[in-house]
């Protein structure tokens, strides 16, 4: 039987998971019909994943540039000024399918991936953040396991590197129950001179893989990604990759010094479709073709066809586009670090990207076809479960009789309960540059030898975006600069990770295109550009459905002197709580609604984006000018939440008191934007309430931090809190491992 | 003064502790290369911590093996200071330079926490700017840092005072409650018989730089660095 005969019995391209039309286009590209390897290549390159076929029309919305940019998307990471002939560059990336069937390595991986992203652009990787998505641990020990691998396999490979994992997130939703998400970022310091592109100039230059052998695992991952996650793909084992950190570091000690050198014209990690996608991207930069040899390629398998060569995951491997007559020169720094660094093809100038074997050619295709996936812009529908939603009205559930019960079972709830029992699993000192440390609202890396630090957040919010995803995507990016701008940061630029179901069903795409409007209606209103970032769709089970829409968001911020850096808890008794900002009757959408009445329903709380942004200018304002002593940003749990953890990290009492005809669960655990609980001694909460009162924006002191043991929160006469910091902190230390041992 | 860090494939805390010599204490520091048998001119060698070999096989099990490492036997024996931290511990107690062993955490997990340790024996090289009793905050990060030894060998220990640091709470006490990964008699880090070989597996070079807001680990650089003054000051 003839390869076309099998084709047209089989349909092969339906099985590489190309569509019939695609088919026709890419035969049209190549003005003949493809073989086996040639198909292979095209249905790695057009897939979602590496094709961003359906996220690629969207992101036209997003705003890219800005005065504190040096490098959008498209190259494997953003990079960000910071002042002093010096950059930072960051990204995430998602691996939640590989950590959907084996957690440990998934989630391992990944890691490893995002850091040879930081690591192509020239940099040295300083810290990794995480934000972690499950079902309720409480529901199934299949959760648990693939809680305790997840981190595991973050901590293991993180912590081998001796990249600190310094902060991040971990959220509970039935959602995420057939499938978690791990996302992954990395941030990575050099000198601006230090910058490497992933290019491939100069033909006749070398291309060479550095690092690890390549074998069968992660095979046609890229695709993998780009499906629903059903019982027939738990069989994509094969699919999984395996890591190995040790190499990884070698690797991240021999790039660098050989970056040193004048040797690299251009840098790419190899992630989703290895060899082809790293080659194809940095020559179609250049506008060059390559040649590459699958002969020359090390492998540690046997009789690998060419296609598996070109598409294998296998990890720790990357391309380095090297000068012609310096690859001796490569090789050696290599071999010091016992790695090797070996030819396989060479950059040329016909376009043309050529797979031989043996000097033979086994694929023909213009590099350009194999970049331009097709790109779909879809008919979105709203979901049907908003009508009902947006109907929800606070009058709809009744107001609990004891709030001091509803306070400590919020403090030891799923989403903000401390976390300790994840992050000290994690080495997040090593580098010696960690100020803040994980379970704070940012965490703060110093910068060695500079008065100045950097701010690094990961926050989503799947809730949110499920019932309103415009405003829900907006308040993500809100939050992450208020947890900035509360560190003493000023929000500098994002990256995101667009996590969602299947976008070919209505209801998902519109999920997908309000969250990116919302996102870059945010990110512009806050002057915090996109630079980069990670699209993982078809998050869904045929079980569960898909997941919520989680759109996470890896932000960026500069401390611009040490003095500056803030922290959540109160700091002396005496001092006054200023609360600024408005409260409003706002329940829809909460932490409270969702963990004490069980309703996941209502809309998000209103966000005014130019408010937003001049509050934050204001709070930046302040603290910079010494006078704010803690911060904290109102968040899940709203204000008695904050307050507690304030209290609780800083083992001090508050009393505070309201006079707001409002609900009293609405005042406590209402979660209405754009609010900040600060501290400061009596001069300076006054001379914030007159700037504040200047600038127009609501601000008020409700109370003092006393050495007391206890929180009192009263409104109008009325004690509606009173209840005991050692409670509040028994309830938000033990939250985790109580979940952890829970059978429902 | 010089001060050599030792550098093996994988070594994560090498920068960190070179940092501390060279921008903490301000004295000269360089990198000893694992294939290396020349240490020049050092008078103080720092086993730094991280995953030598990727914990292949056992943490330091490879490591020891390393040519640097016979030089670094020879330089103890003539009595030369050398501190193993976290896997340089690790390292010191697979060559035999220090005895006992380091096992899996009780916990069977990863620790990354600060510490607070007592004071044992301030009457060392490396602790003299300490007082016997004192209570110090310092990092732990590992997972291998369970400390065994046989009975008999930690009877000697505990008799000749080889106990430099002990795991704790703030108020000093040291009990089962305090040990966070089942090291016997709550051990943290030792000294062999001779006094200028120690492991410890918290890290003092991760509490010596105050803008981190931990400072308690640098009397241990401090210490040293006085102890090689006053015999660099004999030997002149």
Redesign the interface.
């Known amino acids: 039987m003839s390869a076309k005969q099998s084709r047209v019995e089989e349909k092969l391209w339906i099985k590489a998971g190309l569509t019939d039309s695609e088919y026709e286009l890419l035969t049209s590209h190549m003005k003949r019909e493809p073989n086996t390897v040639e198909l292979a290549l095209y249905a790695q390159m057009w897939s979602e994943h590496c094709g961003y076929t359906h996220t690629r029309p969207l992101f036209k919305h997003f705003l890219t540039t800005g005065p504190r940019i040096v490098q959008g998307p498209g190259e494997n990471a953003g990079i960000v000024d910071i002042d002093d002939d010096e950059v930072i560059t960051f990204k995430l990336e998602s691996h939640n399918h590989p950590s959907a069937i084996a957690p440990f390595q998934g989630a391992a991986t990944g890691v490893g991936g995002i850091v040879r992203d930081i690591l192509a652009m020239g940099a040295y990787p300083i810290a990794s953040l995480n934000s972690l998505h499950f079902g309720h641990p409480g529901d199934a020990g299949h959760t648990r396991y693939l809680i305790s691998e997840v981190v595991?396999g973050i901590?293991?490979y993180g912590?081998?590197?001796?990249v600190p994992t310094v902060g991040g997130e971990l959220r509970f939703a039935n959602a995420y129950k057939g499938n978690p998400l791990v996302n992954a970022m990395c941030v990575g310091y050099m000198k601006k001179s230090q910058i490497k592109k992933a290019i491939a100039t100069g033909v006749g230059n070398s291309l060479m893989i550095v690092g690890n052998l390549t074998g069968r695992d992660g095979m046609g991952g890229a695709s993998f990604a780009s499906k629903d996650l059903d019982e027939e793909n738990e069989e994509d084992r094969g699919a999984i990759q395996v890591g190995?950190?040790?190499?990884e570091?070698?690797l991240i000690?021999a790039c660098l010094e050989v970056f040193e050198e004048d040797y690299v014209v251009g840098v790419q990690d190899m992630g989703a479709a290895g060899i082809l996608s790293s080659s194809v991207e940095t020559a179609s930069k250049a506008g060059n073709g390559v040649e590459i040899d699958v002969a020359l390629v090390p492998k540690r398998e046997e009789a690998m066809r060419p296609e598996e060569v070109m598409i294998s995951e296998s990890q720790e491997r990357m391309l380095l586009i090297v000068k012609k007559g310096k690859e001796e020169r490569v090789n050696k720094i290599f071999h010091k670090?016992?790695l090797h660094a070996v030819v396989i093809g060479q950059v040329t100038d016909d376009g043309i990207y050529r797979v031989l074997e043996d000097g033979k050619p086994v694929a023909e295709v213009p590099v350009w076809s194999l970049m331009e996936a097709p790109t779909y812009i879809l008919e979105g529908k709203e979901p049907a479960h908003l009508e009902k939603t947006r109907r929800f009205k606070n009058d709809d559930i009744e107001i609990p009789t004891d709030l001091n019960q509803v306070l400590l079972e919020l403090l030891g709830s799923p989403d903000i309960c401390s976390k300790e029992w994840v992050?000290?699993?994690?080495?997040?000192?090593?580098?010696?540059?960690?100020?803040v440390k994980p379970g704070s609202d940012a965490a703060i890396i110093?910068i060695?030898?500079r008065d100045k630090a950097i701010g690094m957040t990961m926050d989503s919010n799947g809730r949110y975006c499920y019932l309103n995803p415009r405003r829900g995507a907006q308040s993500i990016v809100a939050e992450s600069a208020r947890n900035q701008v509360v560190s003493g940061a000023e929000p500098i630029a994002i990256t995101d990770g667009l996590n969602f179901g299947n976008p070919e069903h209505p209801e998902v795409y519109y999920q997908l295109e309000q969250s990116i409007i919302g996102l870059s209606e945010a990110c512009r209103a806050l002057d915090t550009p996109v630079i980069g970032g990670n699209a993982s769709l078809y998050n869904q089970t045929p079980e569960f459905g898909a997941i919520y829409p989680t759109p996470i968001i890896g932000m960026v911020g500069l401390v611009k002197s040490?003095e500056h850096i803030t922290t959540m808890e109160f700091k002396n008794e005496g001092d006054f709580i200023v609360l600024v900002g408005e409260t409003k009757d706002e329940l829809g959408a909460s932490e409270y609604l969702d963990q004490i009445h069980d309703m996941i329903t209502g809309d998000v709380p209103e966000l005014d984006l130019e408010l937003e942004q001049k509050t934050q200018a204001f709070i930046l304002e302040i603290i910079r000018k010494c006078l704010v002593k803690s911060a904290h940003d109102l968040g899940d749990g709203g204000m008695a939440v904050a307050l507690a953890e304030s209290c609780l990290s800083g083992g001090l009492g508050a009393e505070v008191s309201f006079d707001l005809e409002l609900r009293s669960d609405s005042l406590l655990f209402g979660e209405s934007q754009t609010r900040f609980m600060l501290s400061a001694d009596l001069e300076a909460a006054d001379k914030i309430i007159d700037l504040a009162a200047e600038q127009g924006i609501e601000a008020a002191t409700i109370g003092r931090i006393n050495s007391g043991n206890q929180l009192i929160i009263n409104n109008l006469d009325e004690t509606l809190v009173d209840v005991s910091i050692t409670d509040c902190d028994y309830a938000f230390k033990t939250g985790f491992d109580k979940m952890m041992k829970t059978n429902k | 003064m010089n001060w050599g860090v030792l550098l093996f494939p994988g070594s994560n805390c090498a920068e960190d502790c070179f940092h501390v010599i060279d921008k903490v204490l301000g004295k000269p520091v360089s990198y000893l290369w694992h294939k290396d048998t020349e240490l020049g001119d050092v008078d103080a060698i720092i086993i730094p911590g991280g995953f030598s070999y990727g914990d292949h096989l056992r943490p330091g099990a490879i490591a020891h093996l390393s040519p640097v490492m016979t030089s670094v036997k020879a330089f103890a024996e003539k009595g030369g200071l050398v501190i193993g931290i976290c896997n340089g511990f690790q390292i010191l107690t697979e060559s035999r330079m220090l005895p006992g062993s380091l096992i899996q955490n009780k916990g069977i997990k990863f620790l990354c926490q600060d510490q607070s340790l007592r004071i044992e024996n301030a009457d060392t090289p490396f602790t003299s700017e300490y007082s016997k009793g004192d209570v110090v905050v310092l990092p732990i990060a590992h997972n291998e840092g369970n400390y065994y030894a046989k009975p008999e060998t930690i009877v000697e220990m505990e008799g000749n005072n080889q106990i430099l640091f002990r795991y704790c709470n703030v108020e000093g006490e040291v009990s089962n409650a305090t040990n966070p990964n089942g090291s016997i008699n709550n051990i943290a880090g030792i000294v062999n018989r001779t006094g200028n070989v120690v492991g410890m597996m918290p890290h003092p070079e991760r509490s010596s730089d105050a803008v981190l807001g931990l400072s308690d680990g640098k009397g241990v650089f401090v210490s040293m660095l006085k102890y090689l003054e006053v015999k660099h000051g004999k030997d002149q």
Do not use: A, S
């Open positions: 595991h901590g293991e912590n081998c590197l001796g190995d950190p040790f190499m570091k070698l000690e670090w016992d992050y000290r699993q994690y080495d997040h000192r090593v580098q010696m540059n960690t100020i110093r060695k030898g040490l």
